[in-house]
Antibody, heavy 121, light 106 residues
Framework: EVQLLESGGGLVQPGGSLRLSCAASGFTFSNHAMTWVRQAPGKGLEWVSHIRSHGENTYYADSVKGRFTISRDNSKNTMYLQMSSLRAEDTALYYC??????????????WGQGTLVTVSS | SYELTQPLSVSVALGQTARITCEGNNIGGRNAHWFQQRPGQAPILVIYRDNSRPSGIPERFSGSNSGNTATLTISRAQAGDEADFYCQVWDGTTVVFGGGTKLTVL
């Protein structure tokens, strides 16, 4: 069974840092690009960042560029999101999702259940 | 930046056909993907690359994309189809989601 499990969320003060993880199982992780999408309480989906299957290319939303870093370790079947200089507006449920293809634009066909990040003093 | 516009809400009678639109400048030149999100749950991909269905998605779900409008069509609507629906495309090196449409089955 294809599974994605996010972890690492929590309460952090403005300006703080957090690292999210997304552990994958049930498929060949290195064959798929991966992405992070967030959803603020009561709001719609907002894309955060994307990484190709071997990490050769990474992409970021303007709202997080320069503050967040996406990476992956294919030997551990895990993707990461290092978040720094966190702001109140980063508060959201963070989902990781699998792209159907190795590059991009295949559609995100598998999603985790999300990890909640709350930025507040 | 590229924008996708969806109606806030769509209502459909039980057993009838619902159509949810997603408008964007020449969206027909891009691949449109559609997601269903039920309350408290993670999104599910229901249509990818305009009109392809992932395994496990009923044939009642179909998609089209031309000109400035992509459309998700749900035939023979069921109570269980009630959810928020989002369209999504790539714009160069960024992903864009529509604002979402709440589907109500009457």
């Amino acid at each position: 069974e294809v599974q994605l499990l996010e972890s690492g969320g929590g309460l952090v003060q403005p300006g703080g840092s957090l690292r999210l993880s997304c552990a994958a199982s049930g498929f060949t992780f290195s064959n798929h690009a991966m992405t992070w999408v967030r959803q603020a309480p009561g709001k719609g989906l907002e894309w955060v960042s994307h990484i190709r299957s071997h990490g050769e290319n990474t992409y970021y939303a303007d709202s997080v560029k320069g503050r967040f870093t996406i990476s992956r370790d294919n030997s551990k079947n895990t993707m990461y999101l290092q978040m720094s200089s966190l702001r109140a507006e980063d508060t959201a449920l963070y989902y990781c999702a699998r792209d159907l293809f190795a590059g991009y634009d295949g559609g995100f066909d598998c999603w985790g259940q999300g990890t909640l990040v709350t930025v507040s003093s | 930046s590229y924008e996708l516009t969806q109606p806030l809400s769509v209502s459909v009678a039980l057993g009838q056909t619902a159509r949810i639109t997603c408008e964007g400048n020449n969206i027909g030149g891009r691949n449109a993907h559609w997601f269903q999100q039920r309350p408290g749950q993670a999104p599910i991909l229901v249509i990818y690359r305009d009109n392809s269905r992932p395994s496990g998605i009923p044939e009642r779900f179909s998609g089209s994309n031309s000109g400035n409008t992509a459309t998700l069509t749900i035939s023979r609507a069921q109570a269980g189809d009630e959810a928020d629906f989002y369209c999504q495309v790539w714009d160069g090196t960024t992903v864009v989601f529509g604002g979402g449409t709440k589907l109500t089955v009457l």
